[in-house]
């Protein structure tokens, strides 16, 4: 499938971006790490700065999630802690800088020599790999293993789940099938990538597009050996180019991270590699998952979502615990999305009934009061270009529910007594379930009866990403939340109202959205000449899609971070809302 390229990308030109190196890390006078529980430690200091600075080696990072990782393939994982985890174990051509603050949104060389040199009017991007970069069975990384790994996105028959914007800029009418299918001897097929020798690796673009380097910064584009690819079964045992390698992993159960000995840290100035182990599990009990925190059994929760709503009344009261916490926006919007497939919502004023009977107050006490994020109003939240936080077409923000005005709604759909439908929510996300019988509650008051079906979380792309599923099992209102793939109008909207990315599979598009305008909009950002001429055509997508009432945003979304005071390192990077695993270390 040709999908339409990228817009572009809002940060920076590839030829503006940050060179400079990792710099969070630092030492006292004796040369040795900062002890835990540094006098720098403050409530929300994380989120401008590095609290408890070290170069300390050793121990064991514990990270617990009540959300299973939806695959460890780089090809096919998609959500954002994951991408996070991933910083352990893999590598690509660039990554984001290990900074905190605006400084982590930029992207730097990784296994690249330096950022690409582009030539041919911007639609050839050349990039030479650094020396001694290794997998972790010791053979050298070359070009030939990221044109492998890339072309494995292609395979969506057997890899989906993962974004697809590789193919959407590589592809180029081709239809590239994927290595799987590919009639190349050498599996090296696809045409828009060459490898001319083992250190350089060229990607030739239809046309220029400036979010390019983006998309070489996402695990997707990560190396992969084809010698050691095993397709769909990849995703239990991916070949590690990072400080630590995937040495257990069990399905809704979690995994084990060991050193990699082939790891040079010498060519990665990303990275850290300060614990001797990692260990992720996961849990089913966020209740119990936070009182461990507390107790400093583990380390941290790393899906980011912060915790539950005893822990931080808890915290808050608590002067000690507060200082080891911070409430910082996450960059994702929580909503609800009405699928267009599912009866009554392919009537716009049905869906504007559920809007208006919605009590955004109580919404947002549900996601755990104020410090869950701020109320929401639109589609397109603050910081990214185009974004205007004070567009509130449908009142949310006066924070009451407008019965009338849902009343006239479903008058003017043909049902003037209500209907019945479905909520689809994850049983893992305990403010999402509490925010859907939030929902539920409101819309009785104007005779809109919702059954709530909590489905396994770790089955999203199967489940709510399937739009013959949503169809099935009549999911006329969804419950989900949205970060940004990279900070541009094009990737945090596009995924979600552009028709050609509606998936049979992993699915974001749940509403269903195919409209020309939307669509072409999207392709006059991508034809804009700079960041700034492209930000009003984003502006103009995110007011046709909320006139056409097929979201009810929930908040600009904040988390209750809480972490153990014996972490070192500790930081959020924007360009992943969370604290950033690249350089965490502990205190034995």
Same mark, same amino acid.
């Given at each position: ?88 174990? +893999? ?46 069975? &010791? ?215 559920? +809007? ?90 104007? &005779? +809109? ?104 945003? +929930? ?29 965490? &270390?502990?205190?034995?």
């Amino acid at each position: 499938m040709i999908r339409r390229k990228q817009a572009v990308a809002i940060a920076a030109t590839v030829a503006a971006l940050s060179l400079t190196a990792t710099a969070c890390g630092g030492k006292d006078d004796s040369g040795n790490g900062k002890a835990g529980g540094s006098s720098n430690a403050a409530f929300n200091a994380a989120t401008t700065g590095v609290v408890n600075p070290s170069d300390k080696k050793g121990g064991e990072l514990k990270l617990w999630s009540p959300q299973d990782v939806d695959y460890l393939d780089p090809a096919r994982a998609y959500y954002g802690f994951v991408w996070n985890l991933q910083r352990l174990y +893999i590598r690509q051509l660039l990554a984001y800088d290990s900074k905190p603050g605006k400084d982590g949104t930029k992207l730097v060389p990784d296994l690249a020599e330096a950022l690409p040199v582009l030539s041919n009017g911007g639609k050839t991007y050349t990039l030479k790999l650094k020396d001694g970069v290794k997998f972790e069975d &010791g053979t050298p990384i070359t070009s030939k293993d990221i044109k492998y790994g890339i072309e494995r996105v292609f395979a969506q028959d057997v890899l989906s789940g993962g974004p697809t914007y590789l193919i959407d800029v590589l592809d180029q009418g081709q239809k590239y099938p994927g290595p799987y299918k590919d009639k190349d001897p050498n599996k090296m097929g696809l045409k828009s990538v060459q490898t001319p020798d083992d250190k350089t690796i060229v990607f030739n673009l239809a046309k220029p597009n400036s979010d390019f380097s983006y998309l070489l910064a996402m695990p997707s584009s990560s190396p992969v050996p084809a010698a050691k690819d095993t397709g769909a079964k990849y995703t239990n045992a991916p070949i590690s180019t990072g400080p630590y390698k995937v040495t257990s992993f069990t399905a809704s159960k979690g995994a084990t991270f060991e050193r990699n000995p082939n790891w040079d840290p010498k060519t990665d100035t990303i990275r850290k590699g300060l614990p001797d182990k990692v260990s992720f599990t996961v849990t089913t009990n966020a209740e119990d998952m936070d009182a461990r925190l507390l107790n400093g059994d583990i380390d941290l929760a790393v899906d980011g979502t912060g915790v539950q709503q005893a822990a931080k009344i808890k915290i808050l009261q608590d002067p000690k615990l507060k200082k080891n916490a911070d409430n910082p926006f996450t960059g994702y919007i929580r909503y609800f999305v009405f699928p267009q497939t599912v009866k009554p919502f392919d009537n716009i004023e049905c869906r504007k009934a559920v +809007i208006y009977a919605a009590n955004p107050k109580s919404l947002q006490t549900a996601r755990g009061g104020p410090t869950s994020g701020d109320l929401g109003a639109n589609m397109l939240p603050p910081g990214i270009p185009g974004s205007d936080k004070a567009y509130d077409p449908y009142g949310l923000t006066a924070g009451a529910p407008q019965t009338d005005k849902a009343k006239a709604a479903l008058a003017a759909c043909g049902q003037p007594n209500g209907f019945k439908t479905t909520i689809a929510v994850r049983n893992n996300r305990a403010a999402e379930v509490k925010t859907a019988e939030s929902l539920q509650e409101s819309l009785k008051a104007v &005779g +809109i009866e919702a059954s709530i079906d909590q489905y396994d979380g770790k089955l999203s792309s199967s489940t709510i990403g399937s739009p013959e599923n949503v169809k099935k099992k009549n999911y006329g209102i969804i419950v989900m939340g949205w970060g940004a793939d990279y900070n541009s109008g094009s990737g945090f909207l596009q995924p979600l109202v552009d028709g050609s990315f509606i998936l049979p599979n992993g699915n974001n598009n749940y509403s269903m959205l195919n409209d020309p305008e939307v669509n072409g909009l999207f392709d006059k950002a991508a034809d804009a000449a700079t960041p700034e001429e492209a930000a009003p055509f984003y502006t103009d997508i995110n007011k046709k899609v909320m006139e056409k009432a097929l979201y009810l945003p +929930i908040n600009f979304d904040k988390a209750f971070v809480y972490h153990n005071p014996r972490l070192t390192n500790v930081y959020f990077n924007e360009s992943m809302g969370k604290i950033d695993l690249a350089t965490v &270390g502990v205190v034995k």
